[in-house]
């Protein structure tokens, strides 16, 4: 049974940072592309930022500038940091992972509300 759970996520005021955490187990499968999603109310859901098992990054024009995506190979860990919060970046961020058969793993969501 693949597990990815996810951490990190909360109330932060703006101007202010958060790091999400998510770490994927029980995979018998190489864990490759490792990223997040969000998904604020009325909105669809965005990708936020990939990182390939190599750590090529890819970011939504969004946080280009303000997000980091890193990445534990050995602990199957994917970790986004996020600087210089804003309003709009409140919403629900899941993570995701792929896998070398073709699959994808999904985390359950943290929630990040950005308000003073």
């Known amino acids: 049974q693949v597990q990815l759970v996810e951490s990190g996520g909360g109330l932060v005021q703006p101007g202010g940072s958060l790091t999400l955490s998510c770490a994927a187990s029980?995979?018998?499968?190489?864990?490759?592309?490792m990223g997040w999603y969000r998904q604020a109310p009325g909105k669809a859901r965005e990708l936020v930022a990939y990182i390939t098992r190599g750590g090529i990054t890819t970011f939504a024009d969004s946080v280009k500038g303000r997000f980091t995506i890193s990445r534990d190979n050995a602990k199957n860990t994917v970790y986004l940091q996020m600087n210089s919060l804003k309003p709009e970046d409140t919403a629900v961020y899941t993570c995701y992972a792929d896998a070398t058969y073709g699959g994808r793993y999904w985390g359950k969501g943290t929630l990040v509300t950005v308000s003073s």
């Open positions: 029980g995979s018998q499968f190489t864990i490759t592309t």
